[in-house]
C-alpha cells in the first residue's frame, strides 16, 4: 500500500509540473501577443499569480468550498449511526490517522465523492438517495472507494490538478472572449521581420488558447480513470467483498431520475460522474472508466480481494494490462472473500425511512409518538396547538416547548414550520 501512494504521489508530481508548464506557456504567449517583447514574460508571472491565488483559496479551505457547493452537511453518529460506523470501520481497514468528517447531501440520486488535502482533514459526503437504494455492504463498497481516494492521495491529486485546469481554462476563455469583442491587438511592428514574428507569434497564442485546455483536461482526466480503478482495487481489499461495490455501481447506473445539482468542479470526484452522458463507452474526455468494465472487473476477483487478485482480474479483462504497479504487488498477501453480511436487510421504503430520519435530525425536527405506533415529525417553528395523527386521526397536544421555540422563531422574523410528516 506505502508503493501505491509513493507512486501516486510521483506521477501527481509530474502531472502538476506538466501542468504547470502548459500553464505558464499559456501565459507567455497570451502576453506576448498583447505586448510583444516583455508581455510574454509578464503575462507567465500573472498565470502563475492567477493559479497562486487559487491554489491558496484551495489549499485554505477547498473542501469546505466543495461541500458547500453540492449542498453537503456534516452529521455525527447520533444521527447518522450505520452511515457513520461504516465510515469508521473503512478509516480502520485503510489505516487512516483521523476518522474523515460525514456528510449528507438531500438528493433522490445515488452518489457519492471525498475530499480533503491530506487523510487528517478528508470527508466523505454520500446522497440520501444512496443511503436509500443500498444495503449495508454495497454502501460499504463505496465508502471503501472513497476512503480508498483518501488513502491514495488522490483527493489531493484532483484538487490541484483540477485548480491547474481551471486556470488554464480561466486564462485561455479571457483571452479569445477578449480577442473575440475587442478586435485583436492594435499595436503594430515597426519592421516587416518584426510583423512577420509577431504575426506567428499571435497565431500560435491563439492556438495554444485553443488547445491548451483540452490538452490539460485530456491528461488530467486520464490518469483520473486510472485512478477510479485504483479505488476500486482498495474498495475491495477493505471490505474483502468485491461483489458489494459491483452491486452498488450496477444500483447507481441503472438511476435514470432527476439529474445532481452539482458543480462541475465536484462532478468528477463522484463515484460515477453525474454530469456524463448516458452510455458505457469512454472517451479521451471521460473523468471514469465504463461502469461495466469497473463490474466486470470486481466480478472476475474469484476467491481473492487483495491488489493481486484485482490486477489479476484487470489483466484478464484488458489483454494482460494491469493497472497497479509491481512494487505494490510485491510480498502481497491473499485475503479471500468473505461472505455476505448477515444483518437482516431493510427494505426499500425502511431504508428511505431512515435516510429522511438523518434529514429530520438534522433539521432538528421534533417527534410525537402516537398509540398507533406512527412517529409525527413536526418542523421547527410548528405553531399549531393540536395536530391530528395522519394514520388514525388521534388529537395530539404540541409540548409547550415547541409552541415556544416556533413564537421565538417568528418574532426572530423565521417563518412558521411545514406541516408535519410522518
Given at each position: 500500500m506505502w508503493d501505491l501512494i509513493q507512486s501516486n504521489k510521483r506521477k501527481s508530481v509530474?502531472?502538476?509540473?506538466?501542468?504547470?508548464?502548459?500553464?505558464?506557456?499559456?501565459?507567455?504567449?497570451?502576453?506576448?501577443y498583447i505586448a510583444p517583447g516583455d508581455g510574454g514574460l509578464y503575462g507567465a508571472v500573472a498565470a502563475m499569480l492567477v493559479w497562486t491565488i487559487m491554489m491558496a483559496a484551495s489549499v485554505g479551505g477547498g473542501?469546505?468550498?466543495?461541500?458547500?457547493?453540492?449542498?453537503?452537511?456534516?452529521?455525527?453518529?447520533?444521527?447518522?449511526?450505520?452511515?457513520?460506523?461504516?465510515?469508521?470501520?473503512?478509516?480502520?481497514?485503510?489505516?487512516?490517522?483521523?476518522m474523515p468528517r460525514v456528510f449528507i447531501i438531500d438528493s433522490d440520486v445515488p452518489n457519492a465523492f471525498a475530499v480533503g488535502l491530506n487523510p487528517k482533514r478528508a470527508a466523505v459526503a454520500v446522497t440520501t438517495g444512496l443511503l436509500s437504494r443500498l444495503n449495508r455492504d454495497e454502501l460499504q463498497g463505496v465508502i471503501a472507494h472513497e476512503i480508498g481516494h483518501i488513502a491514495n492521495r488522490d483527493t489531493l491529486f484532483m484538487t490541484l490538478a483540477g485548480v491547474t485546469v481551471g486556470a488554464v481554462i480561466i486564462i485561455a476563455d479571457l483571452f479569445l472572449r477578449g480577442l473575440f469583442y475587442g478586435g485583436g491587438r492594435t499595436r503594430r511592428s515597426s519592421s516587416r521581420n518584426e510583423g512577420q514574428g509577431a504575426a506567428i507569434m499571435a497565431i500560435l497564442s491563439i492556438i495554444l488558447a485553443i488547445l491548451a485546455p483540452i490538452l490539460a483536461q485530456i491528461l488530467y482526466f486520464a490518469?483520473?480513470?486510472?485512478?477510479?480503478?485504483?479505488?476500486?482495487?482498495?474498495?475491495?481489499?477493505?471490505?474483502?467483498?468485491?461483489?458489494?461495490?459491483?452491486?452498488?455501481?450496477e444500483k447507481i447506473s441503472g438511476y435514470h431520475g432527476e439529474r445532481l445539482q452539482i458543480s462541475r468542479a465536484v462532478a468528477p470526484m463522484m463515484i460515477i460522474n453525474p454530469l456524463a452522458a448516458a452510455g458505457s463507452s469512454t472517451s479521451i474526455f471521460s473523468t471514469h472508466p465504463a461502469t461495466e468494465d469497473r463490474i466486470r472487473v470486481l466480478r472476475s476477483m474469484a476467491g481473492g480481494?487483495?491488489?493481486a487478485a484485482y490486477d489479476q482480474a484487470f489483466r484478464s479483462a484488458h489483454g494482460?494490462?494491469?493497472?497497479?504497479?509491481?512494487?505494490?504487488?510485491?510480498?502481497?498477501?491473499?485475503?479471500?472473500?468473505?461472505k455476505p453480511s448477515d444483518e437482516p436487510a431493510a427494505n426499500a421504503s425502511q431504508r428511505m425511512r431512515s435516510a429522511k430520519n438523518i434529514l429530520h435530525n438534522l433539521n432538528q425536527?421534533?417527534?410525537?409518538?402516537?398509540?398507533?405506533?406512527?412517529?409525527?415529525?413536526?418542523?421547527?417553528?410548528?405553531?399549531?396547538?393540536?395536530?391530528?395523527?395522519?394514520?388514525?386521526?388521534?388529537?395530539?397536544?404540541?409540548?409547550?416547548?415547541?409552541?415556544?421555540?416556533?413564537?421565538?422563531?417568528?418574532?426572530?422574523?423565521?417563518?412558521p414550520g411545514r406541516p408535519p410528516s410522518a
Open positions: 509530474a502531472l502538476i509540473f506538466f501542468l504547470a508548464v502548459v500553464l505558464i506557456a499559456l501565459g507567455y504567449f497570451v502576453g506576448f473542501e469546505a468550498i466543495l461541500l458547500a457547493s453540492s449542498g453537503a452537511r456534516e452529521v455525527d453518529h447520533n444521527a447518522a449511526p450505520q452511515l457513520f460506523n461504516i465510515v469508521e470501520e473503512m478509516k480502520i481497514a485503510a489505516g487512516l490517522p483521523a490518469c483520473s480513470r486510472r485512478r477510479e480503478y485504483l479505488a476500486d482495487a482498495s474498495s475491495a481489499q477493505f471490505t474483502r467483498y468485491p461483489e458489494g461495490l459491483a452491486t452498488a455501481l480481494s487483495s491488489f494482460d494490462h494491469g493497472v497497479i504497479g509491481s512494487a505494490t504487488l510485491r510480498g502481497v498477501s491473499e485475503f479471500g472473500v468473505r425536527f421534533s417527534t410525537i409518538a402516537c398509540s398507533c405506533g406512527l412517529k409525527i415529525k413536526l418542523p421547527p417553528g410548528f405553531d399549531r396547538p393540536s395536530l391530528a395523527c395522519p394514520r388514525c386521526g388521534a388529537q395530539h397536544v404540541v409540548p409547550p416547548e415547541l409552541l415556544a421555540a416556533a413564537a421565538a422563531l417568528q418574532a426572530a422574523g423565521g417563518t
